[in-house]
C-alpha cells in the first residue's frame, strides 16, 4: 500500500523552528520528486518547495526562501523540509506529496500521492 506520513508538526513562537519529515511505505521515493505543500483555513493549497529525483534540484516558493531548506534521504526512504525563522503566516497544514514524473514542480495538480498532513502553528 502506497503511503506518505508527514510528522513533526506543532505549535512553535515566531522566529522558532521545525523539521517536518515525510517517510514513504509501499514505494521508493528515489525515483519520485517531493513536494511540501501548505493549506491556511480559507486559503488555497500552496507549493512551498520541492526536490527533484534526476539530480535533486530544489525549488522554493518566495516565501520561504533562505527561511525553509529541502533535502532527502533516499536510504532512510524519507525527506524532510528544516524550517527556521517561522513567522505567524507559516501557520498552515502542511502535506508532503510524490510526483512519478521525478521533476518537481510546486503545482500540486501534478502530483500522484498525498500525506494526510500535519499541523504547523506559528503564534506567540
Known amino acids: 500500500q502506497v503511503q506518505l506520513v508527514e510528522s513533526g508538526g506543532g505549535l512553535v513562537q515566531p522566529g522558532g523552528s521545525l523539521r517536518l519529515s515525510c517517510a514513504a511505505s509501499?514505494?521508493?521515493?528515489?525515483?519520485?520528486?517531493i513536494g511540501w505543500f501548505r493549506q491556511a483555513p480559507g486559503k488555497e493549497r500552496e507549493g512551498v518547495s520541492c526536490i527533484s529525483s534526476s539530480d535533486g534540484s530544489t525549488y522554493y516558493a518566495d516565501s520561504v526562501k533562505g527561511r525553509f531548506t529541502i533535502s532527502r534521504d533516499n536510504a532512510k526512504n524519507t525527506v524532510y523540509l528544516q524550517m527556521n525563522s517561522l513567522k505567524p503566516e507559516d501557520t498552515a497544514v502542511y502535506y508532503c506529496?510524490?510526483?512519478?514524473?521525478?521533476?518537481?514542480?510546486?503545482?500540486?495538480?501534478?502530483?500522484?500521492?498525498w500525506g494526510q498532513g500535519t499541523q504547523v502553528t506559528v503564534s506567540s
Open positions: 506529496a510524490a510526483d512519478s514524473t521525478g521533476w518537481g514542480t510546486l503545482w500540486p495538480q501534478l502530483y500522484d500521492y
Open positions: 509501499g514505494f521508493t521515493l528515489d525515483y519520485y520528486a
